[in-house]
């Protein structure tokens, strides 16, 4: 089809997340070939980025790289320079969709309710060591259990689950071995809950309930017992909620075409935010895919309506 213009694929690279994003390559290749669209995938390497991206010939890009150098700026940056219209958020978006502790601190100014957390730096924990003895002391912990997870990482990459401070040490050890900056946050007891954005319109909410303590990386990629309850069991008005909110937050880190919102929703109702997803996974089994076949969208129109969205903004400037 003539109006589609040929597109490079950017999938792979160098983060923890590549596995996941060679999958959804693959899912968003099948579906625009279906749809009779020129398709060159694109696994970056970031030396080699832009001499990769001449070689393509592709006029346009559909970013599908997930965590560090694809979802974080850095990649976007290289597209800005390269003058290839991409989809997705921007530099400073993407930036701060990656980093945790500004994105909620954004939030934070904005009055939208997030979990509550400290951020450290490696370099700041006792004895420069993330396994400083009196770790859990200077924390000032109010209450157990914490969250421990990188600042700046995907797909449950590196976070534990703390019942006690007998436990933390180690956990801030598996953070730090995945980012120099970490976050300790309050652990909210509920359902964790997802709402995914395209073209500026929210998919319906999905609640996660995996069967294990956490949605860590084993249950979002390798357990087949996580369930996804679509239509979410949630009350309308939470359901309204949830995707108001997750505009909301969208809007006030300034992303755009699409992107996914993840929450926590405790047992009086109350509701926590806790990232924006600027480059959802976009495999079959993915959650923005699933949501967008709630309201009938097929895979290939779910990808070319991304990609419309983004050339109707390159269009209009």
Request: aromatic share 6%.
């Amino acid at each position: 089809m003539s109006e589609w213009p040929r597109i490079a694929l950017l999938c792979g690279g160098p983060s923890g997340e590549r596995e996941v994003s060679l999958a959804s390559a693959a899912a968003v290749r099948r579906a625009l070939e279906a749809a009779g669209v020129r398709v060159v995938a694109i696994d970056i390497e970031p030396q080699r980025i832009q001499e990769q991206l001449a070689q393509s010939g592709a006029e346009f890009v559909f970013n599908v790289c997930h965590g560090q150098f694809g979802e974080d700026g850095v990649l976007q940056a290289c597209l800005e320079a390269s003058g290839l219209p991409y989809t997705g958020s921007g530099v400073l978006a993407s930036a701060l969709a990656m980093d945790k502790w500004r994105s909620k601190r954004l939030w934070q100014a904005a009055g939208l309710p997030t979990t509550r957390g400290q951020w450290l730096q490696r370099e700041h924990v006792t004895g420069g060591s993330p396994c400083g003895q009196s770790s859990a002391d200077e924390l000032h912990i109010a209450r157990w259990p914490v969250f421990v997870k990188p600042n700046r990482a995907g797909s449950s990459l590196g976070i534990s689950r703390v019942e006690n401070a007998a436990g933390l040490a180690e956990a801030m050890a598996k953070a730090f071995a995945v980012d120099s900056e970490i976050l300790v946050e309050e652990a909210v007891d509920g359902l964790e809950a997802t709402v995914g954005i395209v073209a500026g319109r929210t998919l319906p909410p999905i609640v996660i309930r995996p069967h294990r303590a956490f949605y860590d990386y084993e249950a979002k990629y390798l357990a087949d017992d996580t369930e996804y309850l679509l239509p979410s069991g949630l009350p309308t008005a939470t359901e309204r909620r949830l995707q108001e909110l997750a505009l909301q937050a969208f809007r006030e880190l300034g992303g755009r075409d699409w992107g996914r919102v993840d929450f926590l929703v405790d047992a009086e109702g109350g509701i926590h935010l806790l990232e924006l997803n600027a480059v959802p996974g976009m495999t079959d089994h993915s959650l923005v895919p699933m949501a967008a076949r709630a309201l009938g969208w097929t895979m290939t129109k779910l990808c070319l309506e991304i990609v419309s969205t983004a050339q109707r903004r390159q269009d209009h400037g």
